[in-house]
């Protein structure tokens, strides 16, 4: 159990371009997701915890306009780079968080690489 | 700030022997304990969660905590090749988010 998929698990885009990725936790309800952006060699950095039917709250130096975050379902939450530019290839992961519970089960990964 | 630290790597090990990973973390309210490998180029996957002091085993891994040192470790056991990646120790509490350390990388040399 405790499945989360992520979609498109690798993206090449030109800059100046939207790219869409989108985390689903596939066998449990997340009320709870959070979504990370991993540079190679890296530690994992937060990037926004969203809680179902609100914003989503962004941690520091994070531009909320730029990485758009929408968790419109108790299983889908959807992470928007706009305007991409190349310093935005990075690896972004979400995981998925259930209510009453403090375990992250982890998505696969969507790779960004911008031109 | 709340901090989790992890013993710097490179860790390399011979197949077969032990490998022991630690992690110390600041926030003395922490309450739950988790240990996530994650391989190369992919995402971090769950090896195991503790909330007590003490053991927990779970085949060839053991993490231990202790709460008052506010130390948690992970011990491998017969360690394999596959078992080379980078290990992460993550730190929360009920409603609270993670706070992940830096992550050891582990090697089983064959």
């Known amino acids: 159990g405790a499945v989360v998929s992520q979609h498109p698990s690798w993206v090449i885009c030109k800059s100046g371009t939207s790219v869409k990725i989108e985390c689903r936790s596939l066998?449990?309800?997340?009320?709870?997701m959070f979504w990370y952006r991993q540079f190679p060699k890296q530690s994992l950095m937060l990037m926004a915890t969203?809680?179902?039917?609100?914003?989503?709250?962004?941690e520091q130096g994070v531009e909320k306009d730029k990485f758009l975050i929408n968790h419109a379902s108790l299983t889908l939450s959807t992470l928007t780079v706009t305007s991409a530019h190349p310093e935005d290839s990075s690896f972004y992961i979400c995981?998925?968080?259930?209510?009453?519970?403090?375990?992250?089960?982890f998505g696969p990964g969507t790779r960004l690489t911008v031109l | 700030q709340k901090e989790v630290e992890q013993n710097s790597g490179p860790l390399s090990v011979p197949e077969g022997a032990i490998a022991s990973l630690n992690c110390t973390y600041s926030d003395r309210g922490s309450q739950s304990f988790f240990w996530y490998r994650q391989y190369s180029g992919k995402s971090p996957e769950l090896i195991m969660s503790i909330y007590s002091n003490g053991d927990k085993e779970d085949g060839r891994f053991t993490a231990q905590l202790n709460k008052a040192s506010q130390y948690v470790s992970l011990l491998i056991r017969d360690s394999q090749p596959s078992d080379s990646a980078t290990y992460l120790c993550?730190?929360?509490?009920?409603?609270?988010?993670?706070?992940f350390g830096p992550g050891t990388r582990l090697s089983v040399l064959p």
């Open positions: 969203s809680n179902e039917g609100s914003k989503a709250t962004y």
């Open positions: 995981s998925a968080r259930a209510l009453f519970e403090d375990t992250q089960y």
């Open positions: 993550a730190v929360g509490g009920y409603g609270q988010n993670f706070v």
């Open positions: 066998d449990f309800q997340a009320t709870t």
